[in-house]
């Protein structure tokens, strides 16, 4: 793993939940144990996905993609700078972040931990930059796969940084 | 260069959205020759003493605010997609503020 990398290959996740609180628990216990984030993430994660939801329609990017969602908190809930991918067995109905009463479908999280907002290039833009420039079956590729090795490899390889 | 129209921009956590914002309205009215700053909040800290320190607010969903905005607010959640054609509508009516403004 690089120095800087944003993925860990210990923090990658395949789950069955089927609700979207239910996946932001079972992901923020791991991260917790493995000291990634702080005692209260999921209590101010789950808060903020209620309050300013970050569910993002994919389809301005590509009509075929699934819709992904992109949960997030303060940085002084996390203790690094990693973006959490989570690969949803299902679709988890997660609110839109541009237009919060519409609900989306959503099949691929990019949880987003930030310790250093200021620092360095935006983390947001830069997951809205790989879906925007990897091709459609490449994408599509990812977000078939449910085998968190796998998922790690395909981002390192076609995820810039 | 004209003075320094100053522009607020909000989202959740006052991290990713507002961030990526700020970064991207920033560069294009720079690259449009104008002097434009633009700070990042969280939505939960806006209110209206600190708008009055703005001239514009860069807003990224619908939030209900328990008062009216005297400044202009710009729904600027386009800007996100980092597509071109989807951010151009969003830029445009920043300018058109900015140039309100240095008109006065």
Redesign the interface.
Known sequence: MKVDSLFSPKAVFVSDAIDSTAVLKEVSENLLQQDLVKADFFTEIAKREADYPTGIDTSPIAKELPNIAVPHTEGEFVNTRLVIPVALKSTVGFKNMIAPDQELPVKFLFMILNNDPEGQANILAQIMDFLRLTSVSKLQELFSLTDPDKIYQFLSEYFKQ | MSREVKFIAA???????S??IK??VEEEMKKRGYNVKVD?Y??KDVNEELLSHYDGYLT???TDLSFTPKIPLIDA??I????PT?AKPVYDNVEKVVKEINAK
């Not at chain 2, 989202?11 to 959205?17: E, L, P």
């Not at chain 2, 996100?80 to 597509?83: F, K, T, V």
């Open positions: 989202c959740g956590a006052g991290v990713n959205s961030h990526q970064d991207a990042a969280m939505v990224i969903a619908k959640g386009a996100l997609y980092r597509i989807m």
